[in-house]
């Protein structure tokens, strides 16, 4: 797979309108042996992969965190590099986009997210973009990264100032931005316009109703949804808002775990421990999750899983892009993004969480200091697992893995610990209530 | 109850055989190659120097980064765990257990009931490990057994700023280049490790009682600079390379 010819290869396919005319049938066809939300999920992706590749719709190229609703809006295909990084990792080459963007003089320190797709793009995997869209509030490195693609493209490239803390003033100015944003892109480019952004604000809010749902039937015990496959679907959480298929997708997968609880089929059926994941996960092939789950360890929820903005008005569009990306926990004073993962702790009742450590991400790891001390605080067992999402070669399995089960480890003790002590109380309570009903017996003869 | 810890290394593989919380015997060989022919190798000759065989062990746990290649072992339990409980054993009332082995170091953080409520690892890099030592013995044309002595004689304590191993390496080279004494480097190469132990162990807090085991605890000029770096003292029980591979048969008695 790692041969020279390999991307060149793989560019031909992606830029080829058979291949998602091909991949659209195979879906008609063989789609029924999937899983309802996996095919909406697959439809989707082919259909905009198909627009993206073969120019049908401009493309326009936003970092992680930037609402999708706007790209929808103005009818375009929103394309994320570092999402795309992520899918490179899981079909095996994100290996060679690393090397190809260091080879171009891209420091090692530098997320691998953002590496792969520059490297990427220097194999020609990457469609063409219209215009990128960055917002660096939470991710530094994607204002630097996609900037080069807009270099490359000579294409407009916009950066959204996001205030730091929310207030009246912020809302505003916050909204402006989004707004001239958006004019400028629709006078730019061709075939854009803001006459969608309405609808793509009401597929938003249809989705996130949907997508609460989903989030309160997997506040199950045991829990419905397997959390490593929940980590693969962060790209519609991040990409998806303002699209039909995001729509579909929740509603077939609220279906699937409402089938599943009353069937009581679960992916992991002995569920002893539950965990919250923080942060992503290794996109490779990676035997972390299968040691959790044989361990009977389940992952309950994840912090990239979390609803945190309001409902949107269609009429105040912008207002309601500008709020969302403002709510965002990961941003504005860390006490928001401490509020946030107790109440997913709460609302999820893990035994402990995990904080995924990838090489290279300040917004995250910059954090892991208060966020242990918190959770401590707490009596939650923390751990921190270093690690990179999309680099194997940056990380060592066996490590990981001793860090993993010795946690496991500890949630076990702990929990032996806390039912030897409720055994012992109980059996206080018994011998106090039997000595007190001696006492009474005795009063009574 | 005969019970077997075997404790299967990335340097070493250590096998210890337990009655009662007494270790009968206890054997350590390199892994090389083949680390589940190096643990049945140790484990008989373990057997066969306190006159027992394979049919008198009840349970065998295994630990170590090969503890899931050990055939016939009941479970594996991590080196965490297994260190936790031997040393916790020896040193009732235990609250911090530093491990320092040939490939990573750990500091384990205790409740004071045995109960692991903490710990931490070192990163993905040899710093701060055995390795860490034995690279740069072999720089020095030292034993690491005489680093000891060696951090005794020491005037004073070079200053070894990098903690990459390789570049660590090439400092000492200038080191030696320079004259200075081969006592002065011995004693800031285990400055740099014990204070990168103990930068580790401050994320978890350190607690007295501490508790030194792993192949490097046997190194008492690491000992004497993590005892001067974090102004406490440290314990290094009798057996303390045996410490994983006592506490996993601890394990297996009581599991
Ligand atoms: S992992 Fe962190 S640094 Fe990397 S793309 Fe995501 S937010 Fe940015
Ligand atoms: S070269 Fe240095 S940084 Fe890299 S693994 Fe070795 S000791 Fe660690």
Known sequence: MRSGRFPAFLSTILKNKLTYRVASLALRCFGGRMCPYQLAAAKGVISELGDAYSARKPVIFASAFVPTEIVYGLGAVPYLPEMWSGFAAAFGVSERGIDESEAKGYSQDLCSFHRCHLGLEELSLLPRPSAIIVSPHLCDGGRRSLYAHSVSAGCPFYVIDVP??????????????????????????????????????????????????????????????????????????????????????????????????????????????????????????????????????????????????????????AEGIAIKMLTNFGWGPIERRLDAVWKMVSDYQVDGVVQFDQWGCRQSNGGGRVLADFLREKGIPFLELDGDAVDPRNSSLAQALTRLQAFVEVMDARRQQARGAHLLSSLTRITQERGRDQQDDHRWN | MITVGIDSGSRATKVAVVSDGRILAAVKAETGREPALTA??????????????????????????????????????????????????????????????????????????????????????????????????????????????EWEDARDASKISSICTVFAESEVVSLISQGVPASSVVRGLCDAIASRIASMGRRVGIERPVVLTGGVSLNGGVRRSLERILGIEIIVPPMSVFMGAYGAALIASSS
């Open chain 1, 164 to 317: 730091y803390v929310m207030t009246d003033s912020s809302v505003r100015w916050l909204s402006l931005q989004v707004e001239r944003i958006c004019e400028d892109i629709s006078r730019r480019v061709p075939g854009l316009g803001l006459d969608r952004m309405g609808r793509a604000i009401e597929n938003s809010n249809r989705a996130r109703k949907i997508y609460l749902d989903v989030c309160q039937l997997r506040r199950n015990e045991p829990a419905p949804w397997s959390g490593s496959e929940a980590l693969n679907y962060v790209f519609a959480f991040l990409s998806g808002w303002g699209s039909e298929w995001l729509i579909e997708l929740y509603e077939s997968l609220a279906n699937v775990l409402k089938h599943r609880i009353e069937e009581s089929r679960y992916p992991v059926p002995q569920e002893r421990l539950r965990l919250l994941w923080l942060n992503l996960k290794p996109y490779y092939k990676s035997s972390l999750f299968e040691y959790l789950e044989r361990s009977g360890v389940s992952i309950a929820f994840e912090e990239y899983s979390y609803v945190y903005w309001p409902e949107m008005d269609e009429r105040r569009w």
């Open chain 2, 40 to 149: 049945s190798l140790c484990l008989d000759d373990a057997l066969r120097n306190c006159g027992l065989s394979r049919q008198d062990v009840s349970s065998i746990i295994t630990t170590g980064y090969g503890r899931d290649l050990i055939p016939g072992r009941k479970r594996s339990v991590t080196e965490i765990t297994c260190h936790a409980r031997g040393a916790f054993e020896i040193v009732p009332g235990a609250k911090t257990v530093i491990d320092i082995g040939g490939q990573d170091s750990k500091v384990i953080r205790l409740d004071g009931t045995g109960l692991v409520i903490d710990f931490v690892m070192n990163d993905k890099c040899a710093a701060g490990t055995g390795r860490f030592l034995e690279v740069m013995a072999r720089r020095l044309e030292l034993d690491l057994k005489d680093f000891e002595s």
